[in-house]
Antibody
């Protein structure tokens, strides 16, 4: 059974940093691209970032480019999102999601999400 | 960037009713269109992929159609457990983008 479990969310002040993790199990993690998708409270879904299976290809939404860094450790079956220079508008539930195909955006499995709150 | 629109933004229907949601892309995305269901407090779940293919394990009352810029999602007979928000999403081009969602509830 595919499982994705996010962690690392919490309350952080504007300008602060946070590192999210996603632990994967039930599939060959090193064979799949992975993504972060977020959802602000009461709002819709927004893709944040994607990383290919070998980390060769990395993409970001314009809203986080230069502030967020996606990475992965295939030996640990883990996905990460380093978030710096956080803003109030980054407040959201952050989901990790597996990509079924090579091109980013076919999200076939999702974690339960971790809440990031940016507030003073 | 490709923009996605959905209509209606919300609807209320009776158990057993046929429910239809439309989704439009701002440019041709072929069939690179997925539909997700999100129940309150839960993660989204993939229901339909490539516009018309039912994900494994998803009940057959859910279906999708369309290609190019215009797509339709249908629940043939609404059930109480279908109360959720439904999102279309294109993955033809970066960035992958979701529609604004359609909230479905029971009348």
């Amino acid at each position: 059974e595919v499982q994705l479990v996010e962690s690392g969310g919490g309350l952080v002040k504007p300008g602060g940093s946070l590192r999210l993790s996603c632990a994967a199990s039930g599939f060959t993690f090193s064979s799949y691209s992975m993504n972060w998708v977020r959802q602000a409270p009461g709002k819709g879904l927004e893709w944040v970032s994607s990383i290919s299976s070998s980390s060769s290809y990395i993409y970001y939404a314009d809203s986080v480019k230069g502030r967020f860094t996606i990475s992965r450790d295939n030996a640990k079956n883990s996905l990460y999102l380093q978030m710096n220079s956080l803003r109030a508008e980054d407040t959201a539930v952050y989901y990790c999601a597996r990509d079924r195909v090579v091109t980013p955006g076919f999200f076939d499995y999702w974690g339960q999400g971790t809440l990031v709150t940016v507030s003073s | 960037d490709i923009q996605m629109t959905q209509s209606p933004s919300s609807l209320s229907a009776s158990v057993g009713d046929r429910v239809t949601i439309t989704c439009q892309a701002s440019q041709d995305i072929s069939n690179y269109l997925n539909w997700y269901q999100q129940k309150p407090g839960k993660a989204p779940k993939l229901l339909i992929y490539d516009a018309s293919n039912l994900e494994t394990g998803v009940p057959s009352r859910f279906s999708g159609s369309g290609s190019g810029t215009d797509f339709t999602f249908t629940i043939s007979s609404l059930q109480p457990e279908d109360i959720a928000t439904y999102y279309c999403q294109q993955y033809d081009n970066l960035p992958p983008r979701f529609g604004p969602g359609t909230k479905v509830d029971i009348k």
